[in-house]
């Protein structure tokens, strides 16, 4: 298996642009994760799929941030308007239904000018 | 919600010594622990895992502990190589046979080995 697939790998976007960020997750993985990545902030889960079906976005920080899974092998985060402190590392993952162990894909560098 | 702290943020060995890193977290329903490694420009890899079950699991190398009642765990590199340069993270869930949860993640750890 390729892995988790993340594209693009790079992102630069004009404050107040749409930005759309898409992952391809582990063929058979039931559990989909986003998660960013930040110096000051670290590693931040931002919202998780089972089953196509979001379970948690608690971690989602603002309505401009939205994420969607319409099948088992897509998913997309959305911001919209996008701002400078957005920049940062974006990363999918995803794990099986009874194993907890994620796999992560190689991250959307996304910067906000 | 469950908070991770890890320390140190760096930690410096020399080639072939041991290193260890060690986190503590708040949830004491978490039961779930595993350790990731980041490479630059990567995204992070699992190395080694434990659950609350179990107080310490050994793999070559690498070997993870965990203290329950404490509320603690770490991990313990030994014979460390150059290879093992990067940045590690613990993290902590409330893993369950229904679903994977979310993993809540320690600030990093950047392991420098010095030759």
């Known amino acids: 298996d390729a892995g988790v697939i993340q594209s693009p790998r790079h992102e630069v976007t004009e404050m107040g642009q749409e930005v759309t960020l898409r992952c391809k997750p582990i063929s058979g993985h039931n559990s989909l994760f986003w998660y960013r990545q930040t110096m000051m902030r670290g590693l931040e889960l931002l919202i998780y799929?089972?089953?196509?079906?979001?379970?948690?976005d608690s971690g989602m920080p603002e309505d401009r941030f939205s994420a969607k899974m319409p099948n088992a092998s897509f998913s997309t985060l959305k911001i919209q308007p996008s701002e400078p402190r957005d920049s940062a590392v974006y990363f999918c993952?995803?794990?099986?239904?009874?194993?907890?162990?994620?796999?992560f894909g190689q991250g959307t560098r996304l910067t906000v000018v | 919600g469950e908070n991770v702290e890890q320390h140190p943020s760096t930690l410096s060995v020399q080639e072939g010594d041991s290193a260890v890193i060690k986190c503590t977290y708040s949830d004491s329903a978490s039961n779930y622990f595993p350790w990731y490694k980041q490479e630059l420009g990567k995204g992070p890899q699992l190395i080694i895992d434990i659950r609350s079950n179990v107080g310490e699991k050994k793999d070559q190398r690498i070997a993870v502990t965990l203290n329950k009642t404490a509320k603690h765990f770490s991990l313990h590199i030994t014979e460390t190589q150059p290879e093992d340069s990067a940045v590690y993270f613990c993290a902590a869930s409330i893993g369950s046979g229904g679903g994977a949860d979310g993993l809540t993640f320690g600030k990093g750890t950047h392991l420098i080995i010095q030759p």
């Open positions: 993952a995803s794990s099986t239904h009874l194993n907890t162990e994620a796999f």
């Open positions: 799929f089972n089953n196509n079906v979001p379970i948690d």
